[in-house]
């Protein structure tokens, strides 16, 4: 099985510091390119048929393909992994060495296939990644720089613009190598009937939860409110010259863009933003500000600033309708005769979700929750999320729990009921019972002998030189290239 997979899921699965949250788009990614016979301090890049004429430079422990992998590289590992809580005790400099060679050759085949980088969406996470540093904790530029041993902002950007690139090439070459793996049922019965019934997993009590949902309405002189101030900052602009960048800063309720004065970067062949958003954006020309819209989040105003290709920079302010008393009052009051409805047996709890949920993802279910990991009824009572976890534990098998009030991203109040519909305890997996899950490890597994795969013929395929003590590294994959016996 692969390196990475053998000896460094555990990494995968720590916990992370939050003030060095940025590093991990660059994870496990670290070591410059190479150019024939003459290297620079950072960036390098290598004729590989002239390999004979190397030398070695900042310790250099291997090449693959157009990339090396220094001794600097594992020392930043190590820091990288303890800067975010990761015990290094047990992790060996051969390990991280291993997972090093593997994401160069994904990255250096993903070249070779031409895989696209998208250079504005890379820099666009790159400033993500800065921004979280210094808006958590209180971290300074001064901080990063001194991290990354960099003596200047610059330098620091261009690294982590390697450092994402190389990172976000590794992924998507993984993607592609097992986008096209499926499972049918037969192999996954094999999958099953292989496993030694000593071995096979045994899954922790699980349950199915349902919820029946209420949302406050808005009153249509709210709605109208809303429209009419975006009316007076679209006239503004145009009339009086106005800044739309510092009204988006002082008025937008889109708190996540707020701070950039409500920008964004579209585009056109990778969808973000919701339906309507869209539709309004790219319908508009340079300079020009739409009327007010409404998306599920609330009310706009866009303005468009660019278009590069397939590329729109917008700007946009989002107000979001106010709740008024008097209809949260209401809405109380709806889900508490709901309630009494179910519990004196008049409503069943799946009928009344069908009926009065105002959550169309769940009510035509009854009101049952899709685990968003495993898309299926079903949540590991271990693996649940903490707040749902506290809301439903004191629930007995089809009790109806208290009202609750809750918020999203698009409502900021809403009330809800919560039920346990069944509890299947902890138990050996069962083909029948988990075959879903079963599924899901058959893929697993078929998808891991496939990169396992990949990796056998392109160790054979590329160009790869390992120095030094590296050599007497105990690999799973065969980097030497060693004749089999």
């Known amino acids: 099985m692969l390196l990475k997979i053998n000896n460094l899921k555990f990494i995968n699965n720590s916990k992370l510091i939050v003030a060095m949250a940025f590093v991990l788009c660059a994870q496990f990614v670290t070591g410059q390119e190479i150019i024939e016979d003459e290297v620079t301090e950072s960036k390098t890049k290598i004729d590989t048929s002239m390999a004979s004429d190397r030398v070695k430079i900042d310790g250099v422990a ?46 250096h085949h993903a070249i070779q296939d031409s895989i696209p980088i998208n250079e504005l969406e890379i820099r666009s996470s790159i400033e993500q990644q800065i921004n979280a540093f210094l808006e958590t904790k209180g971290g300074t530029m001064q901080e990063l720089l001194s991290f990354y041993n960099k ?29 096209e793996i499926e499972v049918t049922p037969e192999e996954v019965r094999e999958y099953f009937n ?14 199915k939860v349902a919820q029946i949902v209420i949302i406050p309405e808005i009153s249509e002189v709210e709605k109208q409110r809303v429209i009419d101030k975006l009316k007076e900052f679209k006239a503004d602009v145009i009339e009086n010259g106005a800044s739309f960048t510092t009204k988006a800063v002082f008025y937008s309720d889109d708190i996540a863009s707020r701070k950039d004065g409500g920008k964004y970067t579209l585009n056109k062949k990778r969808p973000r933003m919701v339906k309507e958003f869209r539709d309004v954006a790219f319908s508009l020309q340079e300079g020009e500000i739409s009327d007010p819209f409404e998306t599920d989040f609330g009310y706009h105003i866009v303005m468009l600033e660019k278009i590069r290709g397939q590329e729109y920079d917008v700007r ?16 109380k009051d709806k ?40 898309q299926d009824f079903n949540f590991e009572l271990t693996k649940m999320d903490p707040e749902l976890y506290g809301q439903i534990q004191d629930l007995k098998d089809n009790e109806v729990s208290l009202v609750l009030q809750d918020q999203d991203r698009v409502n900021e109040v809403k009330y809800k009921l919560l039920t346990v519909t069944d509890r299947i305890d902890e ?26 795969k990949w990796q056998e013929e392109k160790i054979n395929d590329t160009y790869i030189k390992i120095n030094g003590e590296y050599r007497d590294c105990e690999f799973t994959s065969n980097w030497l290239k060693k004749e089999k016996q």
């Open 316 to 331: 946009h302010i989002l107000l979001r309708p106010k709740v008024t008393e008097e209809a949260k009052t209401a809405a």
């Open 335 to 374: 889900i508490n005769t709901i309630r009494e409805r179910i519990i004196a047996g008049e409503l069943t709890f799946e009928a009344a979700a069908k009926e009065f949920s105002d959550e169309k993802e769940t009510k035509n279910d009854g009101g049952q929750l899709i685990n968003p990991y495993t």
């Open 62 to 107: 291997a090449v693959v393909g157009d990339f090396v992998v220094l001794d600097s590289d594992i020392d930043k590992e190590f820091i990288q992994l303890e800067a975010r809580g990761v015990s290094t005790a047990d992790i060996t400099r051969c390990q991280l060495f291993g997972k090093l060679l593997e994401d160069k050759l994904y990255a």
């Open 194 to 207: 292989d496993i030694p019934e000593e071995e096979r997993p045994t899954f922790g009590t699980e349950l």
């Open 151 to 179: 003596d200047s902002e610059q330098s620091l950007r261009d690294e982590m613009f390697e450092l994402n690139k190389n990172a976000k090439l590794a992924g998507d070459m993984q993607r592609k190598i097992v986008s």
């Open 427 to 452: 138990h050996e997996a069962n083909f029948a019972k988990d075959y879903l899950k079963i599924k899901n490890l058959a893929l697993q597994d078929k998808q891991i002998q496939e990169i396992a």
